[in-house]
């Protein structure tokens, strides 16, 4: 077994458990919201003027239906409470990678073994990314085992002020995998935020702070962006633009889904030359 295997199957052992939770949780947290589907489907199709107001509460753009078996998922869950549960989980698996262990004092005994920083770096983002993919497989799973429970299963056909009638499609696997590679794509953009300032400074609450700033100060730059009309070329350095724009679920995957995934090189690069060269802190 080559060494930073090793490190990498070690990490993610140490956080078989949390892995767990975390993984049910954020899964549960999807089911649950699902569960209400039928009743606010009800209350919206009574009172059209209702899913106006969900659009404009939830910041959503023009064209969803909160009433709609995957307008709702969007609305309701995979716009907000999915992306933000799994940035947390990101931001944490970031922080913990370098900065965790170094400011325990861990990463300096791991380094004394025949296994070089680089080794470590890698293995460390690895484990980070690992551990994404398995709470969002998971929630993936339970979503879509779930959602005939909930009639998301059904297609809706609705009838507008005018006597048209507009039917619109069950949820499929299809959207579910999309919206959840989605957020699990600004997870990974989050945390490799978190695991390049951990591997730069080696401090836990500089790095928890730079990066859960990063994803807060994104959101509300976005959002007060949109309501004011304010700084808006200052948005395309937020993940909600591209992510709560293109919608992508309800959309389907545009080429968008790449700037994320770009980001967590560049940081993975950057922390990478830095980590190399810098002492430890002690």
Not at 167 to 186: E, N, S
Request: glycine share 8%; charged share 10%; proline share 4%.
């Amino acid at each position: 077994m080559s060494r930073a295997l090793h490190v990498y199957l070690r990490w993610l052992r140490d956080r078989r458990r949390s892995t767990i939770v975390w993984s049910l949780s954020i899964a549960a947290v999807t089911v649950v919201t699902a569960a209400f589907y039928p009743s606010l489907r009800d209350a919206m199709s009574a009172d059209p003027s209702s899913s106006a107001a969900m659009q404009s509460m939830l910041g959503l753009g023009e064209g969803i239906d909160p009433s709609s078996p995957v307008g709702f998922l969007w609305s309701l869950n995979y716009s907000n409470q999915l992306p933000w549960l799994l940035m947390a989980l990101g931001i944490a698996l970031g922080t913990a990678a370098i900065a965790g262990d170094e400011g325990e004092g861990t990463l300096e005994y791991l380094l004394s073994k025949p296994v070089t920083r680089t080794e470590v770096l890698l293995a460390r983002f690895a484990g980070m990314i690992t551990i994404l993919v398995i709470a969002s497989i998971v929630n993936l799973v339970a979503i879509w085992v779930t959602a005939p429970l909930f009639e998301l299963g059904d297609a809706v056909t609705t009838t507008a002020a005018d006597g048209s009638t507009v039917t619109q499609p069950a949820v499929t696997f299809g959207a579910l995998f999309i919206g959840g590679l989605a957020a699990m794509a600004v997870a990974i953009g989050s945390g490799a935020v978190a695991f390049f300032v951990g591997a730069a400074t080696g401090r836990r609450g500089i790095t928890m702070g730079i990066a859960t700033s990063y994803a807060v100060a994104g959101y509300v730059l976005y959002t007060l962006s949109n309501v004011t009309g304010d700084m808006e070329f200052l948005t395309w350095l937020s993940p909600w633009r591209w992510f709560i724009d293109d919608a992508m679920m309800v959309n389907g995957l545009t080429w968008d889904i790449l700037w994320p995934f770009a980001l967590a090189a560049v940081s993975l690069v950057a922390g990478w030359l830095v980590f190399v060269r810098r002492d430890l802190q002690k």
